[in-house]
């Protein structure tokens, strides 16, 4: 069983920065996708950004320019730094993750990114 353990939310001023984390654990296994959605109170999953295991990243438009998606293939672990936070911003940010061999999509728990004006 694969979990996907995600850190690094909290509580910053607007304009400030902060660093998630999403590494996986448990069975071996390789994500050939592994990204970021958030969802804010009463709204619905949006789509942040996602990084191929080659590199390649999208990101959508609301953070694109302030928002910068990396991995470590070698550590199953998927970062996104967040610089110029918001308070749009506020949400519960979830890891994802889309597996190499099975196609199967795993998520995080989530973490919770409050940014206040």
């Known amino acids: 069983q694969v979990q996907l353990v995600e850190s690094g939310g909290g509580l910053v001023q607007a304009g400030g920065s902060l660093r998630l984390s999403c590494a996986a654990s448990?069975?071996?296994?390789?994500?050939?996708?592994m990204g970021w959605y958030r969802q804010a109170a009463g709204k619905q999953r949006e789509f942040i950004a996602q990084i191929t295991s080659g590199g390649s990243t999208n990101y959508a438009g609301s953070v694109k320019g302030r928002f910068t998606i990396s991995r470590d293939n070698a550590k199953n672990t998927v970062y996104l730094q967040m610089n110029s936070l918001k308070p749009e911003d506020t949400a519960v940010y979830y890891c994802?993750?889309?597996?190499?061999?099975?196609?199967?999509?795993?998520w995080g728990q989530g973490t919770q990114v409050t940014v206040s004006s």
């Open positions: 448990g069975r071996s296994s390789s994500f050939n996708v």
């Open positions: 994802h993750a889309r597996d190499i061999i099975t196609d199967y999509v795993y």
